[in-house]
């Protein structure tokens, strides 16, 4: 297992992370509901469980069912996934990445002017 595998989160326990992150604390029912599919409770149940043996939610006893919180937050899990999908697909090199979205055309010449205006706010922050 890569070092960074362990960071890097299958779309359907970030389906899950996103439901906590936007609820905050829950048990597996309300997890449950917040899923747009619909998904057995016990299999919610074990993968809020992987969750929190990979280190990405927390969980207490709230009465009689355990409560879930997320450890991780989306920024940091969102730049995992970056990072994972940078090392994978374009060798490390984010340069590559931009240069593949311009070839793809999913992104143009305007959305590049207006990111580098805000990189350029955000430097000038500092």
Known sequence: MGEHEKDTLT??????MQVIWKLGASNVGAVQEGLEQRLAYTTVQT????????GKLKRRLRGRSYEYSAIVTEAKASGHAVRDL????FGGSTEELVMSLIKTKQIDAKQITRLSKMLEEKEGDK
Do not use: H, P, T
Request: proline share 0%.
């Open 86 to 89: 940078v090392d994978r697909m």
């Open 11 to 16: 779309k359907l326990e970030l389906q899950i």
């Open 47 to 54: 993968m809020l469980n992987i969750l929190q043996r990979k």
